[in-house]
């Protein structure tokens, strides 16, 4: 069954340092795409970056990187030199793609607070 | 494009009501999707549709209906409200996986909060 698991519930991080967001997954369909996603306290849902299971590199957009290893299931987020504006939840979001009829599900996040 | 369009923003029930939690998206998407977030909560899935007259369960269904009679509305209907429907309702879409060039993150939109007496 498809399984989205992100074990660090809080993080605190000093400004400028890099971090990095815990994600593994359990699924038995070889395609698949990892996405992550970012809440900030207004509320809305922002897409960071995504990374297909049958992708050769790692994903990258900006300061974002996905440092993913498929043998170990794990897609961790990595923010590269934070910013007090990263202060948010980040989810962690899995779609098995082998079939059309493909649900997507979230883990359960990890609120990051940047210290000046 | 307006993206994906949730009514109302804010919504009081008292326990016992029905209500229906509108949403509409102009991103010709086949994939469209309910979630509901509870306080210092992930998401969870409530039901979802691959496209107009198929829809499906999904982690958290009970209590909630919903119907996908076009490609750009698909309604959440809550029976019979209970406080523990109490949260914020996500409504998103996506293009389907199998559409081949495009990508298939989920695009929100800005919620629903419901507070059930």
């Known amino acids: 069954a498809q399984k989205i698991t992100q074990t660090q519930p809080g993080m605190f991080v000093q400004e400028k340092e890099a971090v990095t967001l815990d994600c593994t997954y359990d699924?038995?369909?070889?395609?698949?795409?990892l996405f992550w996603y970012k809440q900030p306290s207004s509320g809305e849902m922002i897409f960071l970056i995504y990374?297909?299971?049958?992708?050769?590199q790692n994903a990258t957009e900006g300061r974002y990187s996905l440092n993913f290893q498929k043998a170990r299931k794990s897609a961790n987020l990595v923010i590269s030199a934070s910013q007090l504006g990263d202060s948010a939840m980040y989810f962690c979001a899995m779609r098995e793609t082998y079939s059309s009829a493909s649900k997507i599900i979230f883990g359960s996040g990890t609120r990051l607070s940047i210290r000046p | 494009n307006a993206g994906v369009t949730q009514t109302p923003k804010f919504q009081v029930l008292k326990t016992g009501q029905s209500m229906t939690l509108q949403c509409a998206q102009d991103m010709n998407h086949e994939y469209m999707s309910w979630y509901r977030q509870d306080p210092g909560m992930g998401l969870r899935l409530i039901h979802y549709?691959?496209?107009?007259?198929?829809?499906d369960q999904g982690e958290v269904p009970n209590g909630y209906n919903v119907s996908r009679s076009t490609t750009e509305d698909f309604p959440l209907r809550l029976l019979s409200a209970a406080p523990s429907q109490t949260s914020v309702y996500f409504c998103?879409?996506?293009?389907?996986?199998?559409?081949?060039?495009?990508?298939?993150?989920?695009?929100f939109g800005p919620g629903t909060r419901l507070t059930v007496l």
């Open positions: 990374q297909g299971s049958y992708d050769q």
């Open positions: 699924t038995s369909d070889p395609s698949y795409g």
């Open positions: 998103a879409s996506s293009y389907s996986p199998s559409t081949s060039g495009v990508r298939n993150e989920q695009f």
């Open positions: 549709s691959v496209g107009a007259g198929i829809t």
